[in-house]
């Protein structure tokens, strides 16, 4: 019997964690001598106030979709995939390549072949991993992590000695071609008569990102794969004795993993730079974990906890802007999240367990 109901589980602890992180983040503000009220009043006028805001809320949390799906994917079959940010990278890579040398005849066609292409080159670099721990022991972890630096220096590599245009300096791509711009919400909303900012970078990936959600959500609850992965994550013995693989489902869930996180690129190479820039992932990989720990590994929940981010994105670039509340704060406000939803999750699991327990007993 389950210690209590699979609401609190899901809705409850996160917002008890939330309201604790708050909590903790309005002090620090109080301690460098500004006023939390209207720092949270700042942030939600500049992140949710206008279509503007929402245009950058909405374009973050579509990254953060994307690799937060990555990680819980990995998470359900029991492994921690700590290399969103390089297979994003990857995945740019692989947008850059498709976008600059295939003469796309329209955005929707490219959109397709860039999707491809991006989650092919997020898996190929998940894959590397994913066999050194499935056929050599070596632990996930440790090896997603320095494909991240490796990611690095072969993109560097790629942007100043390959893809860079002749004379140019900066390390970057030429801009793609105008038929493989992705239409943003305002030029999509305005067919409907709804007025959106056309500054905000909100794009067509948006749509792509919830539709990977509903496509995670059926692949780990609804299909026979997704089961054989929630097994081997739950009992490695257990799916043993029912004839699973533990190569093959690590194998398959990394590739899955990478794929999501290569498919970032879309929303920030071709969505929004509409080119291939040096430091395109923003440090998204990185975020995604949060945003996965924060929605409880379901699709749903990242998507929540990816708005939730992408509303610490755009509202701390408010506050960096609009008072001496420094742009790093947001950074601690995202740590404290963190450690809330995931290092300390039992600090407020177990006192609601107890809680539920005490209620049930009472009621029987």
Request: net charge positive.
């Amino acid at each position: 019997m389950d210690k209590m109901p699979r609401w609190a589980d899901v809705v409850l602890i996160p917002l008890i964690s939330l309201l604790l992180a708050a909590f903790l983040s309005a002090l620090v503000i109080l301690a460098i001598g500004e006023n939390p009220v209207e720092a949270l009043k700042l942030m939600v006028q500049g992140s949710l106030g206008s279509t503007y805001g929402w245009g950058y809320t909405l374009y973050y949390a579509t990254s953060f979709m994307f690799t937060g799906l990555a990680v819980s994917v990995a998470y359900h079959a029991r492994m921690f995939n700590i290399g969103g940010e390089g297979q994003a990278m990857l995945g740019g890579l692989g947008v850059a390549l498709i976008c600059l040398y295939v003469p796309w005849p329209h955005w929707s066609l490219a959109l397709l072949g860039a999707t491809a292409m991006a989650a092919l080159f997020g898996a190929a670099w998940a894959a590397i991993p994913a066999y050194l721990q499935a056929a050599r022991g070596s632990h996930i972890v440790i090896t997603t992590i320095m494909f991240n630096f490796i990611a690095s220096a072969l993109l560097n590599y790629m942007l100043v000695n390959v893809l860079r245009p002749q004379g140019a300096m900066e390390p970057a791509t030429a801009r793609f071609a105008e038929t493989m711009h992705l239409p943003t919400l305002h030029e999509l909303l305005l067919p409907f008569g709804i007025e959106f900012s056309k500054a905000a970078p909100a794009n067509v990936s948006l749509l792509v990102a919830i539709v990977a959600c509903v496509l995670v959500w059926l692949l780990i609850w609804r299909t026979r794969l997704g089961y054989e992965i929630r097994s081997y994550g739950k009992s490695e013995p257990g799916a043993l004795y029912a004839g699973i693989s533990p190569f093959r489902i690590t194998m398959i869930a990394m590739l899955i993993s990478g794929g999501l996180a290569g498919c970032m690129a879309i929303n920030n190479v071709m969505g929004e730079a509409e080119r291939l820039v040096l430091n395109a992932t923003e440090g998204a990989g990185f975020i995604g974990i949060a945003v996965a720990l924060m929605g409880r590994n379901h699709p749903f929940g990242v998507f929540l906890a990816a708005i939730l981010f992408g509303f610490l994105y755009q509202g701390g670039a408010e506050l960096a802007l609009w008072t001496s509340i420094p742009r790093e704060l947001i950074t601690v406000i995202q740590a404290l999240v963190i450690l809330f939803t995931g290092a300390l999750d039992n600090m407020v699991r177990m006192p609601l367990e107890r809680l539920f327990l005490a209620m049930r007993r009472r009621r029987a």
